[in-house]
């Protein structure tokens, strides 16, 4: 799985988990899923996301292709 998949993997858990937790546990949840959603905004003006720093810091930053077919393409 490449880099972008994995970051809107996590964006989009993180959004269904903080819905559930606004549904089922406090409202306030809610402020989490806003601030999910700013960060993407964020991150589609300045092309700069905070959590593609943090995948490759712990080394998950897709490599050079995966079993999955995410091999990056070549250029002509």
């Not at 993407?40 to 080394?59: F, H, N």
């Not at 999955?68 to 393409?73: I, K, N, S, Y």
Request: with cysteine; net charge positive; proline share 1%.
């Amino acid at each position: 799985m490449n880099l972008e998949r994995r970051i809107r993997a996590i964006a989009g858990t993180f959004i269904l988990l903080s819905l559930a937790l606004a549904h089922w546990v406090d409202v306030r949840f809610a402020w989490f899923t806003a601030f999910v959603g700013a960060n993407l905004l964020q991150s589609a003006l300045t092309r700069w996301c905070l959590m593609e720093d943090i995948l490759r810091k712990v080394g998950l930053d897709g490599g050079s292709g995966s079993c999955c077919g995410d091999a990056p393409v070549e250029k002509k």
